[in-house]
C-alpha cells in the first residue's frame, strides 16, 4: 500500500520560510518523480514544483521559482519543499504527488499517488 505523509505546514509570518517534508513508502521511490501541489481556498489544486526521479532535474510554477526548492532524498525516501519569503497569496493546502516516470509532469490527473496534504497559513 503506498503511502505519501506529508508534514511541516503550520502559521507563519509573511516573509517567514518553512520546509516541507513528504514521507514515502510502499513504492520504489527512486523510480518515482515527485511534486508539489497545493489548493487555496475556493480554488483548484494548482502546480507549485517537481523533481525527476534520479537526476535532480528540478520544475516551477512561475510564483515558485526563485523562492521554492523541491529535492529529495532517495535514501530516506522523502521529498522536501523548502519555501522563502513567504506571502499571504502562499496560503494553501500543500499536496505531494508521485508519478511513476523518470521525468516530473505538470498536470495533476497524471500523478499516481497523493499525499492527505498539509496546512500552509501565512498571516500578513
Known amino acids: 500500500q503506498v503511502q505519501l505523509v506529508e508534514s511541516g505546514g503550520r502559521l507563519v509570518q509573511a516573509g517567514g520560510s518553512l520546509r516541507l517534508s513528504c514521507a514515502a513508502s510502499?513504492?520504489?521511490?527512486?523510480?518515482?518523480?515527485m511534486a508539489w501541489f497545493r489548493q487555496a481556498p475556493g480554488k483548484e489544486r494548482t502546480f507549485v514544483a517537481a523533481?525527476?526521479?534520479?537526476?535532480?532535474?528540478?520544475w516551477y510554477s512561475y510564483s515558485a521559482k526563485g523562492r521554492f526548492a523541491i529535492s529529495r532524498d532517495n535514501a530516506k525516501n522523502t521529498v522536501y519543499l523548502q519555501m522563502n519569503n513567504l506571502k499571504p497569496e502562499d496560503t494553501a493546502v500543500y499536496f505531494c504527488a508521485a508519478v511513476a516516470r523518470s521525468v516530473p509532469v505538470e498536470f495533476e490527473y497524471q500523478y499516481d499517488y497523493w499525499g492527505q496534504g498539509t496546512q500552509v497559513t501565512v498571516s500578513s
Open positions: 510502499g513504492l520504489t521511490f527512486s523510480t518515482y518523480s
Open positions: 523533481i525527476s526521479a534520479r537526476t535532480s532535474f528540478t
